[in-house]
């Protein structure tokens, strides 16, 4: 029965999202991000997306209507840090909400020195809830992908990863020959030299957002990682040395590397 009733949900998934052979080809062809795959970790790609389109729930919202390749879009992005670990490490959450364009969020921040908490709202691209949807603007999903170091779907779904553990610090659970000290030695000193970088107001290749938390530069760092690899490697080489032993890849043997 369970059987039936998994079949049956995923059909009904399908039958909402343009599932075409043309909607694959036009979301891969505007994402140079995953030009340098090869032809086995591309089939790979393509097949865990396929599967993620089966499992999770796409709810565009404000009125929005997907375009035709938009769900082939995240899916593939989605599944691109997971292509070595499966999707098992995405299972926490069944539905991908999906605005047109940015949102805005409210909560509550609570200042540490006043004690007051304030109601604030806040435009954004992307959430990872600890315990719920993935949520996403298209036009950032649209904008990402190019190699230039911005991709809000990496980002979220770096957070996903982080949390399952349960706690979004900077530190997802780490395969059993990856050493916690190694890792937060590392992540620890580059936040820092990031976070005076951008006290100072000194160029860096990472975004000025890795500054906010831990668990920020963790995801912008994933950002970097697959879009930029060298610039990675050049700035925080022990950074990109623990992303590749985590993900299971390395972006930078892959041809045409991107600075």
Not at 160 to 179: E, T, Y
């Amino acid at each position: 029965m369970w059987k039936s009733l998994r079949r049956w949900r995923r059909g009904r998934r399908l039958q909402r999202l343009d599932t075409s052979p043309q909607a694959w080809r036009e979301a891969w062809s505007a994402l140079p991000l995953l030009d340098g795959l090869a032809a086995d970790e591309a089939a790979r790609l393509r097949e865990l997306a396929a599967l993620l389109l089966t499992e999770k729930s796409f709810e565009p919202v404000a009125g929005f209507a997907l375009p035709p390749h938009a769900a082939q879009t995240i899916a593939l992005l989605a599944c691109l840090p997971v292509l070595h670990l499966g999707l098992d490490w995405l299972h926490d959450f069944t539905t991908i909400v999906v605005y047109p364009d940015s949102f805005v969020a409210e909560f509550d921040d609570h200042d540490e020195t006043t004690g007051v908490v304030h109601r604030v709202r806040e435009a954004r691209s992307g959430e990872s809830w600890d315990i719920g949807p993935l949520i996403l603007s298209w036009a950032d999903v649209a904008d990402s992908g190019r190699c230039d170091g911005y991709n809000v779907v990496l980002h979220e779904i770096a957070h996903k990863l982080d949390g399952r553990d349960g706690a979004v610090n900077g530190k997802p659970p780490l395969h059993r020959d990856m050493r916690i000290a190694a890792w937060s030695e590392t992540f620890l000193a580059a936040f820092e030299d990031h976070r005076r970088n951008v006290e100072r107001g000194t160029a860096t290749a990472l975004d000025a957002y890795a500054a906010e938390a831990p668990e920020e530069f963790f995801a912008v760092a994933t950002e970097a990682f697959f879009e930029l690899p060298s610039s990675l490697n050049t700035l925080y080489p022990g950074v990109y040395d623990q992303l590749r032993r985590f993900y299971r890849q390395d972006p930078l043997s892959r041809s045409g590397a991107r600075a």
